[in-house]
């Protein structure tokens, strides 16, 4: 340093600190040249762009700018004052800290920047509300990450030994880890969910082997869902995370209605499909707005040739899975309703009874297979005597 000093100025302690004080006073207009420089060119070329990034950024780091070239300025002030000679290590060292804390500040705005921006322009185009609740939590862990390490790099400069301090640290920070695991285990379950887009708020879910309902809030703890009877599950992420569930609002909302049924054998297999299908478009004339009839046409397929009936199922699309509901429950009535009208019959389970007469073999007897048979045409058999012969 004392190199660029000029003759006049290392004469005299006069000469010395007025080369100080211009070093000083440059380091100041200096800092005030590139204060407005910054924050109004810079600005003009950051108006073009779509994004406020930029502008977020350059704000960021106006004033640990300004602040960081004042103190390289009285830095350089005080190294070519002789008299301080003696104590340059420890104004070194004094300068060396106020680095660190300049660059931790300015990493901590820069940050916080970033995450301005990713809320305001990208965590709102989300469905969930999830990026909010993680965007200051985020910010804290990191904000807390950059003053550990810079903590440690000012100890070190200073001479400390770190090697003690940083197994104590280990020590403790495996102690808080174990005590926190289920904590963090939680919040990983939601960072993974949410970044899957495998659910979000207002989507209809249903577990496996547990509730399903309407999701009304993903937390960095817990989910909670609302069954259709009103009630308030609360769920942790971690289990949410490892359980199979099914989500009725991914990737549409539309839900196949399939309603299993069965008429007789009796019945006349075409005026069964007719009938069905008659009042399936009944119901998307009487409840368009729960019903989806547009994109898709009622269909009824049989099946199979039953124990008592031939069955057959019946499909419609409800607009969600809540509306299914409605859709199966209208289903149902009218179905029974109109068959009953048209005569189309839907058997009971029969049972068949095997019983011997006066001595001779047994002989197999089933009453009619009709639901408005008798009581003994429900069993399948008239009344018998259960102590005749074997």
């Not at 950059?146 to 640290?169: R, V």
């Not at 009042?279 to 998307?284: H, T």
């Not at 007897?365 to 045409?377: E, F, H, L």
């Amino acid at each position: 340093m004392s190199n660029l000093i000029p003759d006049w100025a290392q004469r005299t302690l006069t000469g010395e600190a007025l080369f100080a004080l211009i070093i000083l006073g440059g380091a100041l207009a200096l800092a005030l040249l590139v204060h407005p420089l910054v924050s109004r060119v810079a600005k003009m070329f950051t108006r073009k762009t779509k994004t406020t990034l930029d502008d977020l950024l350059i704000d960021a780091i106006q004033a640990p700018l300004f602040v960081f070239i004042l103190i390289q300025g009285l830095y350089l002030a005080a190294s070519s004052i002789s008299v301080l000679h003696d104590t340059q290590g420890g104004v070194t060292k004094t300068w060396l800290v106020i680095m660190f804390v300049i660059l931790m500040v300015a990493a901590t705005r820069v940050i916080r920047a970033f995450i301005t921006w990713y809320g305001q322009e990208i965590a709102v185009k989300t469905k969930s509300n999830m990026d909010e609740k993680l965007l200051p939590i985020v910010r804290r862990v990191l904000t807390v990450l950059i003053y550990a390490i810079g903590g440690l790099l000012i100890l070190d400069n200073l001479g400390l030994e770190l090697s003690p301090l940083i197994a104590g640290l280990g020590l403790g920070g495996l102690a808080v880890a174990l005590a926190l695991q289920p904590m963090l285990s939680n919040f990983v379950a939601s960072a993974a969910m949410v970044s899957d887009r495998a659910i979000s708020v207002g989507d209809f879910v249903e577990l496996q082997g547990g509730p399903s309902g309407t999701i009304q809030d993903i937390g960095w703890r817990s989910t909670k869902i609302v069954t259709p009877v009103g009630n308030l599950v609360s769920i942790p992420n971690s289990k949410l995370a490892d359980t199979i569930f099914t989500n009725y609002d991914i990737p549409t909302k539309d839900v196949a209605v399939v309603l299993n049924c069965g008429v007789s054998y009796e019945s006349n297999l075409a005026q069964v499909e007719q009938t069905a299908l008659e009042v399936a478009q009944g119901l998307v004339k009487d409840l368009p707005d729960t019903v989806i009839f547009k994109t898709f046409e009622p269909v009824l397929r049989f099946r199979e040739f039953g124990d008592s009936n031939i069955t057959f199922v019946l499909v419609v699309k409800a607009v969600d899975r809540v509306q299914s509901f409605l859709v199966t429950h209208e289903l149902v009535k009218r179905l029974h309703e109109r068959f009953g009208k048209d005569g189309i019959e839907i058997n009971y389970p029969v049972r068949k009874l095997v019983y011997a007469q006066d001595g001779k073999k047994p002989v197999a007897s089933a009453g009619k297979r009709s639901a408005s048979s008798d009581r003994t045409g429900v069993l399948g058999a008239p009344d018998v005597d259960m102590d005749a012969d074997a």
